[in-house]
């Protein structure tokens, strides 16, 4: 059951956390592509693969190499500058990068001058220290790289990702996020977090579908 707290939209769940949960049962790295907006406050049934709603399939995972040339880490203060609510977003509750939310993760990934890349800083909390919540903070920066944002919409079509280790409660994490190129609607991104030594934490790679 996703609880609605981890909301996207406002009557679904965020892509990432909802990736994310799946992931944990099929194992570290993974790759989950949704199928359906992930239902609220419902009953869902894995099968050990793929994720139902009764009998709509939600989402489906595999096992996964994720391999990715990763832009070099921003420091804390490059990506606390860069940082910048989206006041714009269609989503503003969403759990990951809604400026509406204080429970959130709050993670408003913006451009860095004379990087292609976006970033946002991320602090834990104590109890955001699961698999889940990584793959959600791999989730939203994605978005934001791919450029979209600002002349449509986007959702998170596919998501996959590796996680080295947790961050640590207090962590004074950075994300960023790049783009990995564009095929008409659909839209690419690499996306990684880094602990405070600079060391990797986890990264993504997703697929960004632009609405109609």
């Given at each position: 059951?996703?609880?609605?707290?981890?909301?996207?939209?406002?009557?679904?769940?965020?892509g990432?956390?909802?990736?994310?949960?799946?992931?944990?049962?099929?194992?570290?790295p993974?790759?989950?592509?949704?199928?359906?907006?992930?239902?609220?406050?419902?009953?869902?049934?894995?099968?050990?693969?793929?994720?139902?709603?009764?009998?709509?399939?939600?989402?489906?995972?595999?096992?996964?190499?994720?391999?990715?040339?990763?832009?070099?880490?921003?420091?804390?203060?490059?990506?606390?500058?860069?940082a910048?609510?989206?006041?714009?977003?269609?989503?503003?509750?969403?759990?990951?990068?809604?400026?509406?939310?204080?429970?959130?993760?709050?993670?408003?990934?913006?451009?860095?001058?004379?990087?292609?890349?976006?970033?946002?800083p991320?602090?834990?909390?104590?109890?955001?220290?699961?698999?889940?919540?990584?793959?959600?903070?791999?989730?939203?920066p994605?978005?934001?790289?791919?450029?979209?944002?600002?002349?449509?919409?986007?959702?998170?079509?596919?998501?996959?990702?590796?996680?080295?280790r947790?961050?640590?409660?207090?962590?004074?994490?950075?994300?960023?996020?790049?783009?990995?190129?564009?095929?008409?609607?659909?839209?690419?991104?690499?996306?990684?977090?880094?602990?405070?030594?600079?060391?990797?934490i986890?990264?993504?790679?997703?697929?960004?579908?632009?609405?109609?």
């Amino acid at each position: 059951m996703i609880d609605s707290r981890f909301r996207g939209p406002a009557a679904s769940g965020n892509g990432g956390y909802t990736c994310g949960l799946v992931a944990a049962c099929v194992g570290n790295p993974a790759e989950v592509t949704l199928r359906l907006p992930p239902p609220l406050e419902r009953p869902l049934r894995f099968d050990g693969r793929r994720l139902w709603d009764d009998e709509a399939l939600v989402a489906e995972a595999q096992s996964a190499e994720v391999e990715l040339d990763v832009p070099a880490p921003v420091s804390f203060e490059e990506a606390n500058r860069a940082a910048e609510p989206d006041l714009r977003s269609p989503f503003p509750e969403c759990f990951v990068c809604g400026h509406e939310r204080a429970d959130g993760l709050r993670i408003f990934a913006g451009a860095v001058p004379g990087r292609a890349v976006v970033a946002a800083p991320w602090i834990p909390a104590e109890d955001l220290l699961a698999l889940e919540f990584v793959w959600a903070a791999l989730d939203c920066p994605g978005a934001y790289a791919t450029g979209v944002p600002g002349r449509g919409t986007v959702v998170l079509g596919r998501l996959a990702a590796r996680v080295d280790r947790l961050p640590r409660a207090g962590e004074g994490c950075v994300v960023i996020g790049w783009s990995l190129g564009d095929d008409g609607r659909k839209h690419h991104a690499g996306t990684a977090l880094f602990g405070e030594a600079g060391d990797l934490i986890g990264v993504g790679r997703a697929l960004w579908i632009e609405a109609k």
